[in-house]
């Protein structure tokens, strides 16, 4: 964990090695003040069932603290972790927070339907993003359910809306509410 948090794309001119590795992203756009401190999540992961692995170096006295930037949580030993960041309206990365959400409000104020304006809401009243990030052809079905337990945690921790590049914007129920797939060939 540290201050090593990478410029995110937010748009498709993503660096060579992030086209080679093909990274998904997921968001919450997350209207509480601040994040949960990251023992909260982890113990959330555990009571799912899940073995969230930590990173050895971690010191155990930055789980308690709420204004993290990014930490790599493993799933299984033999895969690559999600890479977890979180970016705030205030604070060393707020350029990107604000990057992030210019993005979303113009991507969906295209959409005149009642979902989108609710999605655009949460954007626009965000406080702090939370990202999660893989590699695609790494990810197993058990690392999916894993990304989904940590999506689901700050959406109900931190009254968020779920959103998944090329996929769109969940509701609290998991059902896509505004659809932002690439359109088909």
Not at 93 to 107: A, P
Not at 135 to 160: A, H, P, R, S, V
Request: hydrophobic share 35%; with cysteine.
């Amino acid at each position: 964990m540290g201050r090593e948090l990478p410029i995110l794309p937010a748009s498709a001119q993503a660096d060579s090695t992030e086209q080679a590795e093909n990274f998904v992203y997921s968001r919450v756009f997350c209207q509480k003040e601040n994040s949960p401190p990251l023992r909260l999540l982890i113990d959330f992961l555990k009571a799912r069932g899940q073995t969230p692995i930590v990173p050895k170096n971690i010191d155990d006295a930055a789980l308690d603290e709420w204004a993290w930037v990014q930490i790599s949580l493993g799933y299984h030993r033999d895969r690559k972790p999600v890479q977890i960041f979180c970016v705030r309206d205030r604070g060393t990365y707020q350029d990107v927070f604000e990057q992030e959400q210019t993005r979303f409000r113009d991507l969906l104020t295209a959409y005149e339907d009642i979902e989108a304006q609710l999605a655009l809401e949460f954007v626009n009243r965000a406080q702090f993003i939370l990202t999660t990030r893989f590699i695609k052809d790494d990810m197993t079905d058990e690392g999916y359910d894993f990304n989904g337990w940590i999506l689901e945690f700050y959406q109900e921790q931190c009254n968020g809306i779920v959103q998944i590049n090329d996929q769109g914007f969940y509701s609290p129920k998991g059902d896509l509410i505004v659809d932002m797939s690439p359109p088909e060939e």
